[in-house]
């Protein structure tokens, strides 16, 4: 998950009542969420921007704050970069202790469909890996049937490392003043 928090730093929320400050946070931070997703449906993908949009969820913070959470499991790594190593967990395709992350092929029901590998997979006793001349290891399924080929599910590799993306987000001066409009916006309601 990745959060957005929202704080109050006008001078002119100190003569608000505790309710009223908090509908201040909520407009900002509804603000801040809307430009969010609008930033990640502008992003090409044929799915996982349009997913990520859909994960954006305005939620109180501490202390008086709001926060703008982003649930999309990737968004943060692809932000902030860093390395992504196998959990060891067990497979709920093999029942093996995972040992290696799975690159999908580019044309995978996973990478097209989005959908799981356990979804893919019919039988996982057809499952295995081959390697190739470099010493590249490949997940593959066989054919079910004579005479078809078999299917290629991606490359396994020990880890994966990702470089800081900062266009992933809309820059901190654009959440500012999306914040700040949705400040005011609530804010002209309150004057006398």
């Given at each position: 998950?990745?959060?957005?928090?929202?704080?109050?730093?006008?001078?002119?929320?100190?003569?608000?009542?505790?309710?009223?400050?908090?509908?201040?946070?909520?407009?900002?931070?509804?603000?801040?969420?809307?430009?969010?997703?609008?930033?990640?449906?502008?992003?090409?993908?044929?799915?996982?921007?349009?997913?990520?949009?859909?994960?954006?969820?305005?939620?109180?913070?501490?202390?008086?704050?709001?926060?703008?959470?982003?649930?999309?499991?990737?968004?943060?790594?692809?932000?902030?970069?860093?390395?992504?190593?196998?959990?060891?967990?067990?497979?709920?395709?093999?029942?093996?202790?995972?040992?290696?992350?799975?690159?999908?092929?580019?044309?995978?029901?996973?990478?097209?469909?989005?959908?799981?590998?356990?979804?893919v997979v019919k039988d996982?006793?057809?499952?295995?890996?081959?390697?190739n001349h470099a010493g590249?290891?490949?997940?593959?399924?066989d054919a079910e049937q004579?005479?078809?080929?078999?299917?290629?599910?991606?490359?396994?590799?020990?880890?994966?490392?990702?470089?800081?993306?900062?266009?992933?987000?809309?820059?901190?001066?654009?959440?500012?003043?999306?914040?700040?409009?949705?400040?005011?916006?609530?804010?002209?309601?309150?004057?006398?």
């Open positions: 998950m990745l959060k957005i928090t929202i704080r109050s730093g006008l001078r002119s929320l100190r003569s608000v009542t505790p309710e009223q400050k908090e509908e201040v946070l909520y407009s900002a931070a509804g603000r801040v969420r809307s430009l969010v997703e609008d930033h990640f449906r502008a992003r090409a993908s044929r799915r996982f921007w349009k997913e990520a949009a859909d994960s954006v969820q305005v939620e109180p913070g501490s202390n008086g704050t709001m926060n703008v959470a982003i649930y999309k499991r990737g968004v943060r790594l692809r932000y902030e970069g860093g390395t992504v190593k196998p959990t060891g967990n067990i497979s709920e395709l093999t029942g093996k202790p995972i040992k290696s992350l799975l690159i999908p092929g580019p044309r995978t029901p996973m990478r097209t469909q989005g959908l799981d590998l356990y979804d996982p006793r057809r499952v295995h890996t081959i390697k590249r290891v490949y997940l593959v399924e004579e005479g078809q080929k078999m299917r290629y599910l991606g490359r396994l590799v020990k880890s994966t490392t990702h470089e800081p993306d900062p266009t992933v987000m809309p820059t901190e001066q654009a959440m500012r003043e999306a914040a700040r409009a949705g400040a005011e916006h609530v804010l002209k309601d309150f004057e006398p």
